[in-house]
């Protein structure tokens, strides 16, 4: 079965920034897209940021121009370079598979707060 494990989540004051990782076991990684969602407390699971497998990327808008998804194919990771943090950021980030056929890892939990 195929696992995800996010890291790279942390404290940081607003304006910083963090980068966030998955691996994905296996070998599905090249045949898919990856997504990253995050659950801020006491709300829904919300999607952040997609890229497809050519490489096309689409993100939410509250994150659009401070957030950037990208993959390296050959270390089965998907990444989320989060810069200009906000305390609206805070949440527990977890990545995907784009259709959603994979089960949820553990997250990732990311603070941000002076």
């Known amino acids: 079965q195929v696992q995800l494990v996010e890291s790279g989540g942390g404290l940081v004051q607003p304006g910083g920034s963090l980068r966030l990782s998955c691996v994905a076991s296996?070998?599905?990684?090249?045949?898919?897209?990856w997504t990253w969602y995050r659950q801020a407390p006491g709300k829904q699971r919300v999607l952040v940021a997609s890229i497809w497998i050519t490489g096309r990327t689409t993100y939410a808008d509250s994150v659009k121009g401070r957030f950037t998804i990208s993959r390296d194919n050959d270390k089965n990771t998907v990444y989320l370079q989060m810069n200009n943090l906000k305390a609206e950021d805070t949440a527990v980030y977890y990545c995907?598979?784009?259709?959603?056929?994979?089960?949820w890892g553990q997250g990732t939990q990311v603070t941000v707060s002076s």
């Open positions: 995907r598979d784009l259709i959603g056929s994979i089960p």
């Open positions: 296996g070998s599905i990684f090249r045949s898919n897209g």
